[in-house]
């Protein structure tokens, strides 16, 4: 049975342009069934904390532009808990707003804050992890962030330094932060990996409602001012009119700068459950299934010849075939064929304009 108190906030205001041409500022990536498992990144999200919260405690903050989308999309979590951002201010703006929002219909909730374009292999583990540091977060007053134990230098990442010598006392398995490190040059990746403390910061929190505010209250007292002020139209009709007018006001910081690098009693969860955040056209290779020759097929009716550690993402033609390449993207959406070296992906952008 699932906790009551326990709640679940998914970001998913993200206009990222990877995964072009499948993904497009009208309709970015979470919402894109990118895996071609039938379900969005957004779906397969919610899916994966089922047991954990009940669909009435499920929150999603978005903007206006995809409101409608995530309506369609995740039709069981009530219209009411999906919360619009009139703008773009980063992680801390968005994560006060929703913890407000908690705050005023239970003041007991314990949370956890995910993006919404990520991608878990090991869904079971994944719950395990959760639940684990959810019953931390009910009994003290800690934050926990999950660190995924890197495979590899990769500079795409921040980094999680943790202090391995002594475990919590309440959760073997959690362990004490030392420093948030920002994305590394590759040599100071390499560096990071040599050793067993560093873990990738998978922009997954979990907190008591009562923790989170009141680290606002205290580190970020501008940003806690405004949500504070709003108190009496939570849950009301005059809700979006309040926000839209409030909501600009506040600095645009992440939550990594406005509150994780200044709270004492943080906490990370090493963790290995299969995560990526799909950051690239590469990562999604990573994590589909290839044959013998590295080739990685998403579609229906796809025949690959003579070709070598290639993405392929052709999910609306009736049949494609590939011959000669090795290390390419190929993939369409609609009217738009892209065929490009993986290797060189970082300059999709420029070919797309």
């Known amino acids: 049975m699932s906790n009551k108190n326990n709640h679940v906030v998914i970001m998913a205001g993200g206009i990222g342009s990877r995964f072009w041409p499948m993904s497009t500022p009208e309709c970015p990536k979470q919402f894109i069934d990118v895996l071609g498992c039938g379900r969005t990144l957004l779906q397969l999200t919610v899916d994966r904390f089922e047991g954990i919260c009940p669909p009435e405690n499920v929150w999603v903050v978005t903007s206006d532009s995809y409101a409608q989308i ?13 919360l619009k951002e009139p703008c773009r201010r ?15 219909v239970n003041p007991k909730a314990n949370i956890v804050v995910t993006p919404s374009d990520h991608v878990v292999m090991n869904v079971k583990e994944f719950q395990r992890v959760i639940s684990s540091s959810m019953k931390f977060t009910k009994e003290t007053d800690g934050i926990v962030t999950l660190g995924m134990k890197p495979n590899r230098p990769e500079t795409g990442y921040g980094y999680i330094q943790a202090d391995l010598s002594v475990a919590s006392t309440r959760n073997r398995e959690i362990y004490r932060v030392d420093s948030f490190r920002e994305k590394p040059d590759l040599a100071t990746a390499q560096k990071y990996i040599s050793k067993n403390n560093y873990f990738w910061n998978a922009g997954i929190f979990i907190w008591s409602v009562n923790t989170i505010v009141n680290a606002f209250r205290v ?11 709003l108190l009496p139209y939570y849950g009301t009709d ?36 299969g995560w990526s ?63 490009c070296k993986l290797s060189e992906e970082q300059r999709i952008k420029q070919f797309s304009e």
């Not at 995530?70 to 999906?82: A, D």
Request: charged content about 25%.
């Open 70 to 82: 995530v309506k369609e999309q995740l039709p069981e979590i009530p219209e009411q808990n999906i």
């Open 90 to 104: 980063n992680t801390a703006p968005c994560i006060a707003y929703v913890s407000w929002r908690i705050k005023s």
């Open 219 to 229: 580190y970020q007292p501008a940003i806690s001012d405004i949500f504070e002020d």
């Open 238 to 273: 005059k809700e979006q009119e309040m926000i839209n007018e409030r909501f600009p006001q506040c600095e645009s910081i992440s939550v990594d700068y406005a509150i994780m690098e200044k709270v004492d009693e943080i906490f990370v969860f090493p963790a290995n459950f």
């Open 277 to 339: 955040d799909l950051g690239t056209w590469g990562s999604l290779h990573e994590h589909t299934p290839q044959d013998i020759y590295g080739n990685a097929c998403i579609g229906q009716n796809i025949k690959v010849y003579e070709s070598t550690n290639c993405m392929i993402h052709t999910t609306q033609e009736k049949k494609v075939v590939v011959q000669g390449l090795d290390g390419y993207i190929v993939a369409e959406k609609d009217d738009v064929l892209l065929i």
